[in-house]
């Protein structure tokens, strides 16, 4: 029955043709040039219009991929330091995958903490912070993060020789406590409150309307490629640095992690830099169309 009642959009063409077809015809030069070759026939106002606005948040996706790399360590590097920290609290042994959880907590509380009263209350003074500046604000979040790591990491190798099982596999652990690892996780969770859901939000509310669902899965796929960005420059630093000089062993005890640490949280860093950079420039798509309105009533008033 709600079958029959469901109203279905009519569909207008494949996003990806119209891109490579605008992109093709105005030689990426200026996009308005596709439609004056075709005369309107082909590629409309309206087409020229969604792949600008389409091309517009291409930059914003790009430079999430390094936050996205940083955030990658909470699944893996994180969890090798997890291996080698003193599992036992109150003489019960603490999953080692446990301590994520808190990057899951600090989600569940932030969000509605931050919809509900912050973000209604700095509207009320006229200080709501945009979309793009909340993403900057959560990559500083995701810096703290590896930084906090990697002084964990300095002070947990000064207090390792205890010998702890996990499984069937036997570590030399610190006897510093797997809870100091309660902040990095912490602070990783508030930083995906507010680069990834404010990243979300902003794809969603920029992207045009035939090219929605194009534009949410290029930002989910940024995660992925982001991960592919952390193994690159893991493969790139145990390339340069070798044996008993490499960051990352299979024994960390034996590496530099801390090293590894610092480099996500300076790459993420200059990521930032870079982001505000774009930011500042950045038009969105509710200004634009006010300076539209303005020059056409302008214009009628002439």
């Known amino acids: 029955m709600s079958r029959n009642r469901y109203i279905t959009a009519s569909e207008e ?37 969604r792949v600008r606005a389409f091309c517009k948040i291409l930059p914003v996706f790009g ?6 790399g940083t955030y990658a360590q909470t699944s893996s590097t994180f969890f090798l330091q997890s291996e080698r920290l003193d599992i036992s609290i109150l003489s019960k042994n603490v999953p080692v995958a446990a301590l994520g959880s808190f990057d899951n907590i600090a989600i569940l509380i932030l969000i ?40 964990l990491e300095i002070y947990r190798k000064k207090e390792h020789g205890v010998i702890q099982k996990i499984v069937d596999t036997k570590y030399n652990a610190s006897s510093v406590s797997i809870l100091t690892q309660i902040p990095q996780f912490t602070l990783m969770g508030t930083s995906e409150v507010f680069t990834s859901v404010s990243g979300m939000e902003f794809t969603y509310s920029e992207a045009p309307d035939m090219m929605k669902g194009v534009c949410m899965g290029l930002y989910l796929d940024t995660i992925g490629i982001g991960a592919f960005f952390a193994l690159m420059i893991i493969a790139i630093v145990n390339g340069i640095f070798k044996g008993t000089d490499s960051w990352l062993q299979d024994d960390i005890n034996k590496g530099k992690a801390e090293n590894l640490f610092f480099l996500f949280a300076v790459l993420t860093f200059v990521n930032f830099i870079l982001f505000i950079f774009v930011a500042k420039r950045y038009k969105y798509s509710k200004e634009q169309n006010n300076e539209r309105s303005h020059d056409t009533c302008h214009d009628q008033d002439d």
């Open 13 to 49: 063409g494949s996003p990806f043709k119209e891109i490579v077809g605008i992109c093709w015809a105005s030689g990426c030069i200026g996009f308005d040039r596709a439609e004056r070759r075709n005369h309107g026939r082909i590629y409309t106002k309206e087409s020229v219009k």
């Open 63 to 68: 430079l999430v991929i390094v936050y996205f």
């Open 112 to 151: 509605p903490l931050m919809e509900i009263f912050i973000y209604p209350l700095l509207e009320k003074i006229n200080r709501p912070p945009s979309l793009l500046q909340r993403m900057g604000l959560g990559m500083i979040f995701a810096v703290l993060s590896v930084v906090a790591a990697g002084v």
